[in-house]
């Protein structure tokens, strides 16, 4: 499902793509970085934040918008059990893609 979608990608675009379920990225004239944001959300107990953990490093590469505004809305929208598992999530996302690794694979 992701191969199809490579021709799509226009010059100068951001690909975030997970290490464990995306093993190859296009080549290109953009910025590519290979996380492994599956893995974190298991390691941090869910499969199912690994979006949040996307969205973290999607804020970081890209600095679309304040982490603590992002932080506002999984305060206000998160279920109170997921709440805390969404932060740490967020945060780890953030991490991930502050690491010299995810500076060097673009």
């Keep these: 499902a992701i191969k199809p979608s490579w021709p799509r990608i226009k010059p100068k675009a951001l690909v ?3 290490s464990r379920c995306c093993p ?4 290109g004239d953009y910025p590519r970085h290979h996380l492994p944001l599956s893995r974190t959300a298991i390691e941090l107990g869910s499969e199912r934040v690994t ?4 969205l973290g490093a999607l804020l970081e ?3 679309i ?3 603590a505004s992002i932080e506002q809305v999984l305060r206000r929208d998160s279920p109170k059990s997921f709440l805390d598992l969404n932060l ?5 996302g953030y991490a ?3 690491t010299p690794a995810a ?3 673009s």
């Design 61 to 63: 590469l890209s600095g």
């Design 24 to 27: 190859e990225l296009p080549a």
């Design 51 to 54: 979006n949040i953990v996307a």
């Design 96 to 98: 991930l893609a502050a």
């Design 16 to 18: 975030i793509a997970d």
């Design 103 to 105: 500076a060097a694979a």
């Design 88 to 92: 740490d999530a967020l945060a780890a």
């Design 65 to 67: 918008c304040k982490r």
